[in-house]
């Protein structure tokens, strides 16, 4: 069945709203159904839990914090999280110590640490140096597609090279907060109004 009820072929109008997080399921050419999906893929499943972990490390920070109590409050798997943090860790990202007392927390200031910063920690912007094709007579001239594509990346990129984390905890205009606890209740945020 089509949008509305309607039966047979179906296609997409100006009567009806865009979908930006909705994905349209195909079966023999006929649109047949609508499913809500988590929102655009842009970045890997990884970088998302990465964000959040950090972002998190921020709101804490400077305390240091268990990869479990991380887990917890991101609603990231744990085992999961763990082989990010390592990752994180490598790259300058978080420290962690050992034993009572010890955790993870942030190795820079929030205020020094930008979303660019852990996005290339874990998987690094993908732009389009050369045509993704390997067209020979193309090399690093792009085509009007492809040089679209790269100049939204460059767009996504600079944003993210210009937003501490810091930022991201104390941006005025957010009304809602970046991460909710384990119970689904809303955490404070502490670097708001810092």
């Not at 660019?116 to 001239?141: M, Q, S, W, Y």
């Not at 993210?160 to 955490?187: H, I, K, M, W, Y």
Request: hydrophobic share 40%; aromatic share 4%; with cysteine.
């Amino acid at each position: 069945m089509a949008p509305g009820g309607k039966s047979g072929n179906w296609t997409p109008n100006s009567d009806l709203a865009p979908l930006p997080y909705f994905t349209i399921i195909e079966s023999q050419g006929q649109a047949s159904e609508i499913t809500n999906c988590r929102g655009v893929e842009m970045f890997s499943q990884t970088v998302e839990y990465a964000l959040r972990a950090v972002i998190h490390l921020a709101n804490e920070a400077p305390a240091a914090r268990t990869t479990a109590q991380i887990a917890d409050a991101t609603r990231v798997p744990k085992d999961y999280l763990s082989k990010i943090l390592q990752g994180l860790a490598k790259k300058g990202i978080v420290d962690t110590q050992r034993g009572v007392g010890g955790g993870i927390s942030l190795a820079k200031p929030p205020t020094e640490l930008t979303i660019l910063d852990v996005v290339n920690a874990v998987e690094p912007i993908k732009r389009f140096l050369v045509c993704p094709l390997d067209l020979p007579n193309h090399g690093t001239n792009l085509c009007p597609l492809h040089k679209r594509m790269d100049d939204a990346m460059a767009t996504v990129e600079a944003a993210f090279r210009n937003t501490t984390l810091a930022e991201v905890l104390a941006d005025p205009s957010n009304t809602s907060v970046p991460l909710c606890d384990g119970s689904g209740a809303v955490q404070s945020l502490k670097m708001r109004g810092k």
